[in-house]
């Protein structure tokens, strides 16, 4: 069994909330010791990680790949290489792809796949209703059984509450998490932007935050009638803080995330009809994300995702009411991330609390910490460094990044999966 210890590394350990100077030592893909432990042992590989940060991998819940169907946007191979260069160890995929993942003979050919060419973990969520169309479930259990780990119809709203009622209901039978997108379907229908001034100004189709408080509203109540695990894809408005604020003190098993780019970005970087800006639901007003992001501080929202979602340059180059929703991001989170450390409104173990930790704990995984015998998931990255991004360097297939050309801090150095380097210099 072969050693490595990396020592002189500044440990992010969001269970115990420190971030300290200390080592680690890691052999067969676990991790074996931390801190004064780690540093006695002797080991096979000394790597000396100058004063850097050395964290849990991020498990990133809602990246899309286009396999089936889109593989000119992404494969798994260029998913992977992007989330090894990003610090991404596990990424959790969404079943909007074409056709959607809604059978176990697709799931089990989408798992082949990840297995085949991606670098990095990669785990899979299947559609909750077939063919994302709100009208019959899909066959859970069996499902489960060839690995889906959670169940979700992406953006499609589930509009009959009798077939997500019924849903709901098998899906706590059976343990299986349900994740929901919250949008009144009706009063967001359409909209690219949000209910303001500045959408008015742009004439620009909007939606009320409302539209947010309305579907968060509705999935209560149906979880208090079905007892169902459910999590929140993306709460993005102050509106709809309180109402999870109950849920979760009146013993409901839910959590919440926010995509990285509803945390760090507002309805005024549209500016001049930005169609990499555009994203679902649409970017909101600053206050806001100062309202969501000091919910991540305090830990009524549990994650931060990606929500990566590739889109190539022909559906970008459109009218902003026509061009497609979303942005690629494994390869920015941590640097986009890395604008709340700075700011001063997040701490780096706070970070990986929502970038690591709660998102494992939510899928039952046993990563996201640095607890001994752990799986040696790591980053290790400079959160100083600057740099200008070029979206044409990242190992994307597609390139929608809103951040292209962004003055960022903080590079990824190397990540290991397993125990293994899969991304980063030779030490």
């Known amino acids: 069994m072969t050693t490595t210890l990396l020592t002189n590394a500044r440990l992010i350990d969001p269970e115990a909330e420190i971030a300290d100077l200390g080592s680690l030592l890691m052999a067969d893909g676990k991790i074996l010791a931390t801190g004064a432990e780690a540093e006695q042992a002797a080991a096979d590989h000394v790597i000396d990680c100058r004063g850097l940060c050395l964290a849990p991998g991020i498990v990133d819940i809602g990246v899309k790949v286009c396999e089936p169907g889109e593989r000119h946007k992404e494969s798994f191979g260029t998913a992977g290489a ?4 990003g610090g991404v160890t596990t990424i959790v995929t969404r079943p909007d792809t074409l056709p959607s993942i809604d059978n176990p003979e697709t799931l089990e050919f989408v798992s082949r796949r990840a297995r085949e060419d991606s670098p990095v973990k990669v785990l899979h969520m299947a559609a909750l209703t077939k063919g994302r169309d709100g009208r019959e479930m899909t066959e859970i259990g069996f499902l489960l059984d060839a690995g889906a780990v959670a169940f979700t119809d992406c953006d499609h709203v589930v509009t009959n509450t009798k077939v997500l009622s019924r849903a709901l209901t098998y899906a706590r ?12 379907p009706g ?3 359409g909209a690219c932007a949000t209910t303001g001034k500045f959408a008015a100004l742009r004439g620009l189709p909007a ?8 579907g ?9 009638m079905t007892g169902a695990k459910y999590h929140f894809d993306q709460v993005t408005t102050a509106r709809a803080l309180p109402p999870l604020e109950r849920a979760k003190k009146n013993g409901l098993d839910v959590t919440a995330g926010v995509s990285i780019h509803h945390l760090t970005l507002n309805e005024y970087d549209v500016a001049d009809y930005r169609t990499f800006f555009k994203v679902k639901p649409p970017l909101r007003s600053e206050d806001d994300r100062k309202a969501v992001v000091e919910a991540v501080a305090s830990g009524l929202i549990d994650i ?10 022909e559906s970008k180059r459109l009218p902003f009411e026509e061009a497609a929703s979303g942005a690629v991001a494994l390869e920015t989170l941590l640097p986009a991330a890395m604008r709340l450390v700075h700011a001063g409104d997040l701490t780096l173990p706070v970070l990986f609390r929502a970038l ?3 998102p494992a704990k939510r899928l039952g995984l046993d990563c996201g910490r640095l607890a001994v015998g752990a799986p040696a998931d790591l980053v290790l990255f400079d959160p100083d460094a600057p740099f200008v991004l070029d979206r044409f360097k990242m190992k994307s297939k597609s390139k929608n990044t809103p951040f292209d050309s962004a003055r960022m801090q903080g590079k990824v150095r190397a990540t290991w999966v397993n125990g293994v380097q899969v991304h980063g210099a030779e030490f």
């Open 356 to 358: 690591s930790l709660n």
């Open 187 to 189: 009063l967001s229908a």
């Open 207 to 214: 939606a009320s935050p409302m539209a947010e408080r309305m």
């Open 304 to 313: 931060i995702s990606s929500m990566h979602t590739p889109q190539d340059e």
């Open 82 to 85: 992007s989330a090894a260069a």
């Open 216 to 224: 968060i509203d509705r999935d209560i109540s149906l979880l208090e």
């Open 173 to 184: 039978a059976r343990g299986a998490l349900v994740i929901g997108h919250i949008q009144e």
